[in-house]
Nanobody
Framework: QVQLVESGGGLVQAGGSLTLSCAVS?????MGWFRQAPGKERELVAA????????SYGDSVKGRFTISRDNAKNTVALQMNSLRPEDTAIYYC???????????????WGQGTQVTVSS
C-alpha cells in the first residue's frame, strides 16, 4: 500500500508563491498533483515520470507551476508562482504506474492540502 503525505499548503496573496511537497513510501513510476475546487471536478495540475523525462501540466498552470521529484528522498514537489484566486483548491498528491496521469481508481492519493489565494 503506497502512502503519500502532503505538506506546504496555506494562504497566500495573489501573485505570491507556495511550494507543496509530498513524501511517498515505495518506488512509484509516475507522480503528480491534482486539485479540486468546491463544486468542480478533480483535475490534473502536473505530473512526471520517475526519471523526470516526461512531464505534463494542466493548461491553466503552464509557465507558472513547476513539478520536480527527488528519488533519493522519495519526494515530489510543486513550485507554484504567480498564484491567482482561481488556483484556490485542495491539492492532492497522487502516485501510479501509468503516464500520462489522469483521475483513476488505480491511483494512490494523499489526504490533500488546502491552498487559498486571496485577491
Amino acid at each position: 500500500q503506497v502512502q503519500l503525505v502532503e505538506s506546504g499548503g496555506g494562504l497566500v496573496q495573489a501573485g505570491g508563491s507556495l511550494t507543496l511537497s509530498c513524501a511517498v513510501s515505495g518506488v512509484i513510476y509516475a507522480m503528480g498533483w491534482f486539485r479540486q475546487a468546491p463544486g468542480k471536478e478533480r483535475e490534473l495540475v502536473a505530473a512526471l515520470t520517475r526519471t523526470g523525462g516526461f512531464k505534463s501540466y494542466g493548461d491553466s498552470v503552464k509557465g507558472r507551476f513547476t513539478i520536480s521529484r527527488d528519488n533519493a528522498k522519495n519526494t515530489v514537489a510543486l513550485q507554484m508562482n504567480s498564484l491567482r484566486p482561481e488556483d484556490t483548491a485542495i491539492y492532492y498528491c497522487a502516485a501510479g504506474n501509468f503516464f500520462p496521469m489522469a483521475v483513476s481508481p488505480t491511483l494512490s492519493w494523499g489526504q490533500g492540502t488546502q491552498v487559498t489565494v486571496s485577491s
